[in-house]
């Protein structure tokens, strides 16, 4: 049966829209964790815009399942993950002026850089996750520079504007996760995943995570967090 983690950081937008303390990110991801949440996520951003330090630190404290830091890697938040340890870290490209992460890493260019990251952080105990785009080259290349994990990038088919284009992406992703799983990689999955487009993905067994956070927390805004992420995970649990 597929997992499913939930990602808080919107949480933490919301709290930072005020500039207040609340909601707080750390008690929306113990209700999840009681709701069977099977991991929580937390993207530490440079510019601090939704996830703070505070919150990295508690959630690492109070978390009972597994916390997955998302950052990109760079210098001074290699050094925060090698502070705070989580269980795992999750690589991802990062530019100030995005609203959300818009692609994956290319490791293909970078594959020194990524390589030498992904050392460090496993020397210190850490479980490194890197986010791509679902292309056999990018996977390879993620695999030869020691990722345990790929995360493969959803957010083409969450945002296809024809079916055509839809089926295109979900082929896409499918290959990209048995590839994948042929390399002995764990196989994730995330970016714009919902109540409803997640249902296809009951087709791809390879993949044996969910990394899930806006649509479960604008559910939660409607129907609390509880309910919205046990909701969530009936549905994986159909695949």
């Given at each position: ?6 990602n808080v950081d919107h949480v933490a937008t919301i709290r ?218 009936d549905l994986i649990c159909q695949f």
């Open positions: 049966m597929a997992r499913l983690s939930v930072q829209a005020r500039g207040i303390v609340e909601p707080d990110p750390v008690l929306a991801a113990g209700i999840a964790e009681l709701a069977g949440a099977d991991g929580i996520i937390c993207h530490l951003r440079e510019d601090r815009r939704h996830i703070q330090d505070r919150d990295l630190r508690l959630l690492n404290e109070t978390v009972k399942t597994r916390l997955n830091l998302e950052m990109a890697a760079v210098e001074d938040l290699v050094a925060t993950a090698l502070n705070v340890k989580p269980d795992m870290v999750t690589l991802v490209p990062e530019k100030r002026q995005e609203v959300t992460t818009e692609s994956g890493l290319d490791v293909i260019h970078n594959r020194e850089h990524y390589e030498k990251t992904t050392k460090t952080l496993q020397e210190a105990g850490i479980w490194v996750s890197f986010f791509i785009d679902p292309e056999p080259s990018q996977i390879q290349e993620s695999s030869d520079a020691g990722a345990n994990i790929v995360e493969i990038h959803t957010g083409p088919y969450s945002d296809a504007k024809s079916e055509s284009e839809r089926l295109r992406e979900f082929k896409r992703i499918s290959e990209a996760a048995k590839i994948a799983d042929g390399l002995k990689l764990g196989v994730h999955a995330g970016h714009g995943l919902n109540y409803v487009n997640i249902k296809a993905f009951s087709a791809i067994p390879e993949i044996q995570e969910y990394s899930i956070g806006h649509s479960i927390i604008a559910r939660a805004v409607m129907v609390g967090m509880d309910r919205a992420v046990r909701e969530m995970i």
